[in-house]
């Protein structure tokens, strides 16, 4: 054998063991990243919708790993009644995840729950696809698709709405879990078309008690004189 035979043979097995080992790689990065989320979370969900500003939202999240590359997670949202100062349901989400042999992240979400659209809560459901990949800052960042619904806009128009772009980042900085998601939807039926954009952070941190993170109600002071001894 030449040795222009053997250079060549030698480039093409590392080659080849070069990209044997880089996927795994990506992989094993993509499952840490997943196995260090596994447990349970609270935190807010701030959003806007066409740039107004909603209601707080809080959640918890827990999170299970089903096998070496799947995990699932199980979103529970809540609004602060401000009657009772105690949590109370705001909708549900599941989200099961996915690592493929590359590293990339296809993150499969189904919910329910309430969107703010013209000053007006409207009930929403959604069935959306995240394919996420490896980030710089070792976190995960990508694309979201999928439909979503919305009661109660004109003509039934929010019936079969679909997502035309969409990206999402995840970032896990010690004990604080970081998602930010930005989505466009659009709806048209007939001669009539509607479409929001929705800016999403989650922010959570190790615990299971929401009640302790909510903001509870500001209670009015009395008037000096309608305390006893007051003067």
């Known amino acids: 054998m030449s040795i222009s035979k053997v250079t060549l043979l030698a480039i093409l097995i590392f080659i080849l063991a070069s990209t044997a080992f880089a996927q ?10 997943y196995q260090k989320v596994v447990g349970d979370w609270v935190g807010t969900y701030e959003h806007t919708t066409d740039g107004e500003q909603a209601e707080d939202i809080y959640f918890k999240f827990s999170v299970k790993q089903s096998d070496p590359n799947s995990f699932t997670g199980e979103f529970a949202y809540f609004r602060l009644n401000e009657a009772t100062g105690d949590p109370q349901p ?8 996915m690592v493929e042999a590359d590293g990339s992240v296809t ?11 013209e000053n007006n809560l409207k009930q929403q459901t959604y069935n959306l696809v995240e394919k996420l990949c490896n980030s710089d800052c070792g976190g995960l960042s ?8 919305v009661a109660g806009l004109p003509f039934g128009v929010g019936k ?4 035309s772009s969409g990206s999402s ?4 900085d010690g004990d604080v879990l970081t998602i930010n998601q930005s989505i466009k939807a659009g709806f048209k039926v007939l001669f009539f078309s509607k479409s929001y954009t929705l800016l999403a952070n989650s922010k959570a941190t190790r615990g299971t008690d929401v009640a302790a993170i909510m903001k509870k109600p500001r209670v009015a002071k009395k008037p000096a004189d309608a305390i006893p001894g007051g003067s």
């Open 24 to 33: 795994p790689a990506q992989s094993t990065r993509a499952v840490d990243f």
């Open 90 to 97: 705001a909708g549900t989400a599941t989200i099961k995840s």
């Open 107 to 117: 993150n499969v979400i189904s919910g329910e729950g309430t969107i703010m659209i």
């Open 142 to 149: 990508g694309d979201i698709c999928g439909k979503v619904s």
């Open 160 to 163: 079969n709405g679909r997502v």
């Open 169 to 172: 980042a995840w970032s896990l």
